[in-house]
């Protein structure tokens, strides 16, 4: 799996820096489409009774905590942080459909949304996470030590899509289709998503002004849109100095 993860992280690397940069990404992308592995990888989420993600398939699954998050700060973890932003461009629209496809068959994007709403009015701030996701530790763990976030303390309420089982699932298909974001973890403040570790919503400057554009195929209708546009995710807000004030509006 890490052997997948280079190879494909190096074709979105040259697809960047030549002029067949546009065929390189789309041979990328028909390949990961039509893959048998994914196609696989796919059955067994929709037939599982709980959340599947990338690294189930790896050996920080059963790793310390301490290991996984010195893994996502370390320079593979960035490697896998870059494909990950690269693939959601890419591939959120695809991405979106198989996850709410393993949702099940008796999803229902309305009632679904109604019930991610009255999760999200249960604290100020929530944090949607994966058991085994470095960059969920990571996030709990800088909203413990800087902010005194603690899970459960009438502020944050931290949850874990796998500990739900099948209602996990659609709730992370709930998430999907009110930001666009397919990974974890997934931070909402004042119900608002900010994205997750470390990505967000980050307007193009370049773009027409009546052209919303955040780096995402997939746009929310207006209804049930849940994101925060301008934020570039965790992360970057704590390294500006942002995150506090909007913790502190959301909690106080």
């Known amino acids: 799996m890490y052997r997948f993860f280079f190879i494909v992280y190096s074709y979105f690397t040259i697809a960047t820096t030549t002029v067949s940069g546009w065929s390189v990404q789309n041979a990328i992308v028909n390949y990961i489409k039509t893959s048998t592995l994914f196609n696989e990888l796919h059955e067994q989420h929709v037939a599982s009774n709980q959340v599947q993600h990338m690294m189930k398939s790896t050996p920080l699954v059963n790793a310390p905590d301490k290991d996984k998050i010195q893994f996502a700060n370390g320079p593979v973890g960035k490697i896998i942080s870059d494909i990950m932003a690269s693939e959601q461009a890419l591939l959120g629209d695809w991405k979106i459909e198989k996850i709410v496809e393993a949702a099940g068959n008796d999803f229902n994007e309305q009632e679904g949304h109604e019930y991610l709403m009255q999760v999200l009015n249960e604290a100020p701030v929530t944090l949607f996470s994966f058991v085994d996701c470095p960059w969920c530790l990571l996030a ?23 500990d739900m089982g099948r209602e996990g699932k659609r709730i992370r298909a709930s998430i999907a289709l009110s930001t666009g974001r397919t990974s974890m973890p997934a931070l909402f403040i004042g119900s608002k998503s900010i994205g997750g570790y470390t990505d967000g919503f980050v307007l193009n400057s370049d773009t027409d002004n009546n052209k919303e554009e955040s780096g995402f195929q997939y746009i929310p209708p207006k209804e049930r849109d849940l994101r925060c546009v301008e934020s570039p995710g965790l992360a970057i807000l704590h390294e500006r100095k942002e995150l506090a004030a909007l913790l502190s509006g959301a909690t106080e």
Request: charged letters at 35%; proline letters at 0%; hydrophobic letters at 35%.
């Open 140 to 162: 709990k763990q800088l909203l413990e030590e800087e902010y005194q976030l603690i899970n459960g303390d009438g502020r944050l309420q931290v949850i874990e899509l796998e």
